[in-house]
């Protein structure tokens, strides 16, 4: 089914999708915010520029966007896929704590910011191109993985990454050797285990995008993580 | 008439702008129309824009944009203007009535010109005269506020939503080579005709989203040069700071960014060409008390071009596209896509990256 966006604010262009078929498309989408904001069990396809918080508390099922996406996309999403196939905006999977996000291209700033797991709820963040500064600032939980595709001779990740992580996981496809990271992780080179970690999240991944997988793993990979010494550790998540 | 200094509440907002490399001049239509898909990042408290290359006929005159309260206030305001300006034209600022539009003032605009013989008594340049007389009208001529000030330029704004606005003031009836947009969504003060954005002095324009944190800190400092701060808005005191750094210091806007949103020492520490990182050390140490901090992004619109800066740690959205000669920045995406459906670049600066446009040609009077 079929919704034309031109006319619709938030209200209304939820609404709609709300009691259309489970599968739907966009079309002419134009800013509008919270798109598919704590739904389930949906299948939604945009054509156009979704506004902020496409996918907020999102608890199942797929939204797909053929071009960019802008700030804080599946901000605090409980569950489901969010697929885009260009650029996010700022804040992308902000306190994200369940689901997939999957960005093609290249991410703003502060992507990954406190994000957070729960026993089976481990969410995935994988951005294709470089991310912004302040990537997985306060991460708690989860995995961000950035493939650096197509970065010409822009670093992997700008300044600041893992400022204030505790928890949880990164993974940069790069040797990492012109980021400074914060004095409260390690880093180390992906070993055997890692790499079967890679390549399981990636594949789903690489199907979305019609990418190889071979391809993506045919590289180097750091792996970040909270060092055991770090403080805040005993005081945010061990209780 | 209560101005919003006098009242102090405890933002989100929209910003836009758009700009023809080659000095084309576009119509007002389009940068009003870009606010529309942001209309949920203001809340009715404020809209306003500046065009740029708006009065050809009146180039080389200053364009005074004044809100009055009443028939006797400005009489006293034309009065004042007269013992120094020679006023080629004074008229009523056309309006289009609407049911958006409630309590607007009286709005007028008046051309001038300095008189020669003040200035030699005085022994000021011309645009120093206009600033002293624009904060002499705004602090004591009770009822009176000059929101516009430069040459070939006018910011127009009010109470509304930002489309409401540029369809109160008829903007689709006027040719700019540059125009910023503002939606505003006041925080920490009630929202007044004046303190809608752009913030203007001479023919510098701010329009802002953000909440800064050194104001009172960047307040103190400029104050002692002459500005007086009387709004308790962030955007004002920016406009005094870049109108401070650019003409009274004559640094230019690359350099004025890398005060105002100077990298961290850490990342001076990382750069690697020497004279570029002793320019940064000197000037975050030389006008330490001009670092802006807190969320900001801005768009400096002044003649000849605009700068668009976010703040160094990118606490609020900025998006730039480009087509052909065309520049278009917006706090969100969508609002660049009605402006230019089909951009050939689109992008995102980084916290503290000026984006500075200078027009070649047309209308611009360089600087």
Redesign the interface.
């Known amino acids: 089914m079929r919704i034309d966006a031109t006319e619709l604010d ?1 209200s209304a262009l939820n609404r709609a999708i709300r009691t259309s078929e489970p599968a739907c498309e966009i079309t002419g989408c ?4 919270f798109i598919a904001a704590g739904m389930d069990d949906i299948d939604v396809t945009i054509e ?2 979704p ?2 918080a496409l996918g907020a508390y999102l608890n199942g099922g797929t939204i797909t966007v053929r071009g ?1 996406a ?2 804080a996309v599946g901000d605090t999403m409980n569950a489901g896929r969010i697929v885009i196939h260009g ?1 996010v ?2 804040a992308a999977g902000y306190a994200m704590r369940g689901g997939e996000i999957y960005i093609r291209k290249n991410a ?2 502060r992507a990954g910011i406190h994000m957070k797991a729960y026993r089976d709820k481990v969410p995935v963040m994988i951005i294709g191109g470089v991310a ?3 990537l997985g600032e306060y991460q708690a939980g989860g995995l961000i993985l950035v493939l650096g595709l197509e970065r010409g001779n822009r670093r992997i990740v ?2 600041f990454p893992c400022t204030g992580m505790h928890g949880g996981k990164m993974i940069l496809r790069d040797e990492c050797q012109d980021v ?1 990271f914060p004095s409260q992780v390690d880093v180390r080179k992906a070993d055997e285990q890692d790499r079967a970690e890679i390549r399981a999240v990636l594949t789903p991944y690489c199907a979305c995008f019609g990418l190889d997988l071979d391809d993506m793993m045919d590289a180097p990979f750091t792996v970040v993580t909270p060092s055991g010494t770090n403080p805040y550790q005993q005081l945010y998540i061990a209780n | 008439m209560r101005k919003e200094g006098e009242i102090r509440i405890p933002s989100g907002c929209a910003i836009a702008a758009m700009i023809s490399k080659s000095g084309d001049r576009m119509c007002g239509e389009r940068i009003v129309a870009s606010m529309r ?2 209309h ?1 990042r203001s809340n009715g408290l404020g809209g306003g824009f500046a065009g740029y290359g708006i009065y050809p006929e009146y180039r080389d005159f200053y364009a005074f944009h004044l809100f009055f309260d009443s028939r006797s206030t400005r009489k006293e305001c034309e009065a004042l203007l007269k013992e120094q300006f020679e006023v080629v034209k004074g008229e009523l600022i056309p309006i289009r009535k609407t049911a958006a539009i409630t309590d607007e003032p009286i709005i007028w605009r008046y051309f001038v010109a300095p008189l020669p013989s003040v200035l030699r008594d005085l022994q000021l340049d011309a645009d120093e005269l206009v600033v002293r007389t624009v904060m002499k009208i705004n602090t004591s001529l009770n009822g009176a506020y000059v929101f516009s000030s430069g040459k070939n330029m006018g910011t127009f704004k009010a109470v509304g939503y930002p489309e409401d606005v540029g369809a109160f003031y008829r903007l689709d009836e006027y040719e700019g080579y540059c125009w910023t947009a503002h939606g505003r969504y006041p925080t920490n003060t009630p929202g007044w005709w004046g303190g809608a954005h752009p913030f203007t002095l001479l023919d510098c324009s701010v329009v802002h989203n953000g909440e800064i944190s050194s104001y009172d800190a960047n307040r103190r400092f400029i104050e002692m040069f002459g500005y007086k701060c009387t709004l308790q808005t962030d955007t004002e005191v920016i406009t005094y700071i870049l109108d401070y750094l650019m003409r009274v210091q004559k640094l230019t806007a690359e350099e004025a960014a890398q005060i105002i949103a100077a990298p961290f020492w850490s ?1 001076i520490a ?1 750069v690697s060409d020497p004279a570029q990182k002793k320019q940064l050390q000197y000037l975050r140490t030389m006008f330490s008390s001009l670092l802006i901090t807190g969320p900001f992004s801005i768009v400096l619109g002044f003649n000849g071009g605009l700068m668009a800066l976010n703040d160094r ?2 606490l609020r ?1 900025m ?1 730039v596209g480009e087509k052909a000669d065309r520049v278009y920045i917006a706090s ?4 660049i ?2 402006m230019e459906p089909d951009v050939d670049t ?1 992008w ?1 600066p ?2 503290g990256e000026p984006v500075v446009v200078r027009v070649t040609g047309g209308q611009a009077d360089g600087r």
């Open positions: 938030f134009l800013g509008q915010r156009g520029i506004g902020n960019n802008q700030d650029n905006g700022d703003g700033y912004g500064s302040f700008h300044n400074i | 898909p942001m949920d990342t990382r740690l990118k959205s998006v969100e995406e969508a609002a896509r009605v689109i995102s980084s916290g």
